[in-house]
């Protein structure tokens, strides 16, 4: 619902859209999902306590693959569905750094 408005970022405005839809009596989500935007993440947490804040997993890939070389990224975001996915499902996560060829300088 906020996706679809750009102009919704800054924590002040953020804290105006919660508090809005909030009058109108909408409940508590259980559930918001957002970017890393400081002043979203804010705003959630103030006027939203008892609501929980996921980070997009979307936005999140997009970030990394801007910063991770072309020729790299293949492998990169294999290994990291991997444990997104083993993440998800509760299981241990070894880190398996040092056994990979894939070496993603300031990602």
């Not at 924590?11 to 890393?36: K, M, Q, T, W």
């Not at 990394?64 to 083993?86: G, H, I, Y």
């Amino acid at each position: 619902m906020i996706g679809s408005q750009p102009a919704i970022r800054a924590a002040a405005s953020c804290r105006e859209f919660f508090h809005n839809i909030r009058r109108c009596g909408l409940p508590y989500p259980p559930l918001v999902v957002s970017d890393g935007a400081l002043g979203m993440i804010r705003a959630i947490e103030k006027c939203l306590p008892r609501t929980a804040r996921q980070r997009c997993h979307a936005r999140k890939v997009r970030n990394l693959q801007s910063k991770v070389p072309e020729d790299l990224w293949p492998e990169f975001n294999a290994r990291a569905a991997r444990l997104l996915s083993a993440s998800l499902a509760g299981a241990s996560v070894k880190d398996s750094h040092s056994s990979s060829s894939c070496r993603i300088p300031s990602a």
